[in-house]
């Protein structure tokens, strides 16, 4: 038999090396998922917490279901708000004109009663429904229709609606057809398996992809991608004890919902994704991971060419400035503006975008913090910490300090056993 040759130990050792390697990089994308994992359940747990359940209760404890009413007829709509004002089960939570724009508001609210004409401008009653019986999650539709409408009608129970109302519309007739939506929408909730909410880890990390593309920052948006997957598959894998496993498709879309959402609320027109509702519509996890990566790198290049890059260099010059002699007491914006060549409406403005806050707050933080740092020290006064702080009047320093603080120099000098 033959022998083989013995390993050498430097052979020996590179090859547990290179096992080592691999099992740490097996071990480092587990414990990835791990956190994402532990990230869902804290989120969900404040998001509950907080909020409440996504799911409003009742006054007899039963579950009160959303309904949006779509009609260009502004007394339609009062009426059908006016019928259901009183009723534990259901709440009107949006109104639209027309099928345009109560297709938006669907996907973006996901109601769960659309109580809606056939005829009507820009998108019609028919139109709208034949695009809700694309959506994964359908919400119920009543059609509210006239006398001579019938034909209509007829086309819509092709498309799988229950029930209808004739105009004008008869009370004791709607009390009756939304009695039988609610019980659709009981046992509609029976058979399914509970939905994990995600949300909040969504809200939570949408709000993370908002700040890597407001900060031009490609590389965050691919760890943070990278973080996403990895969570999707450890789910569908191994848990669905909490419920149904969660949809690429359907998180990629809540997460550019949400990230829209920051990037307005921080001024940036940008913040629009048209491609979410694709993304959403996606049949496969690698369609819907390309369109919203695609998406959010869009926007980042948006917002990217629509930036004034000299005008960011002198910002980001005085921002240098500001740094360094942030303790100046004769520091103003006025002479960063002049130095930049800007208005100061315009530098103030711009200052902003590029620092999330203003002037007047970035300074204040900065010298708050080396005056907290300074009242450390128990060989200087206050009135020297204020000073080289940047403060010559030291009741306007103690004001400011409690302000920012919400404790008084004295106070906190106490609290740290410094006389």
């Not at 019938?150 to 129970?157: D, K, L, R, S, V």
């Not at 509609?188 to 407001?214: H, I, M, N, Q, Y």
Request: a positive charge; proline letters at 5%.
């Amino acid at each position: 038999m033959e022998r083989r040759p013995p390993v050498r130990r430097g052979e020996r050792a590179r090859h547990r090396s290179r096992r080592d390697a691999g099992t740490r990089r097996s071990m480092g994308r587990r414990r990835r998922a791990d956190v994402y994992g532990r990230a869902v359940r804290y989120a969900a747990a404040a998001h509950l917490a907080v909020r409440g359940l996504t799911r409003m209760r009742g006054r007899e404890g039963a579950d009160t279901y959303t309904v949006l009413a779509v009609d260009d007829e502004l007394m339609i709509k009062r009426t059908v708000r006016k019928l259901l004002e009183n009723s534990a089960a259901f709440r009107v939570t949006g109104e639209a004109e027309d099928g345009e724009e109560a297709l938006a508001f669907i996907e973006r609210e996901r109601p769960d009663v659309v109580i809606t004409d056939i005829t009507m401008p820009v998108m019609d009653g028919l139109e709208l429904i034949g695009r809700l019986q694309r959506l994964k999650e359908k919400p119920e539709i009543v059609i509210l229709s006239g006398y001579d409408d019938f034909p209509y009608i007829q086309e819509a129970i092709r498309h799988g609606v229950a029930d209808y109302l004739l105009k004008p519309i008869k009370p004791e007739d709607f009390r009756a057809t939304m009695e039988r939506v609610a019980e659709r929408l009981r046992e509609k909730a029976k058979t399914e398996a509970p939905r994990f909410d995600w949300l909040p880890l969504c809200e939570a990390t949408g709000k993370r992809l908002a700040d890597s593309v407001w900060l031009l920052r490609p590389e965050e948006i691919d760890a943070t991608w990278e973080d996403v997957r990895l969570w999707i598959e450890e789910r569908s894998i191994s848990d669905t004890r909490v419920g149904r496993a969660p949809q690429a498709n359907e998180v990629c879309a809540d997460l550019l919902h949400f990230a829209a959402s920051e990037l307005r609320r921080r001024g940036g027109t940008e913040g629009a994704f048209p491609s979410l509702p694709d993304v959403r519509a996606a049949n496969d996890d690698e369609t819907a991971f390309r369109l919203a990566k695609e998406s959010l790198l869009e926007a980042m290049e948006r917002i990217r060419q629509s930036r004034n890059w000299v005008n960011h260099r002198h910002i980001r010059s005085s921002i240098e400035r500001v740094n360094a002699s942030f303790a100046d007491p004769t520091l103003s914006m006025q002479q960063l503006a002049d130095a930049a060549s800007m208005s100061p409406a315009y530098f103030s403005r711009s200052f902003k975008a590029e620092t999330g806050v203003t002037f007047v707050q970035y300074v204040t933080r900065l010298r708050m913090e080396r005056a907290k740092e300074l009242l450390t020290d128990p060989t200087k006064s206050m009135n020297d910490a204020a000073r080289a702080a940047g403060y010559v009047d030291y009741p306007h320093f103690t004001k400011a300090f409690k302000k920012y603080f919400g404790i008084k120099p004295s106070d906190y000098r106490k609290r740290l056993g410094i006389s």
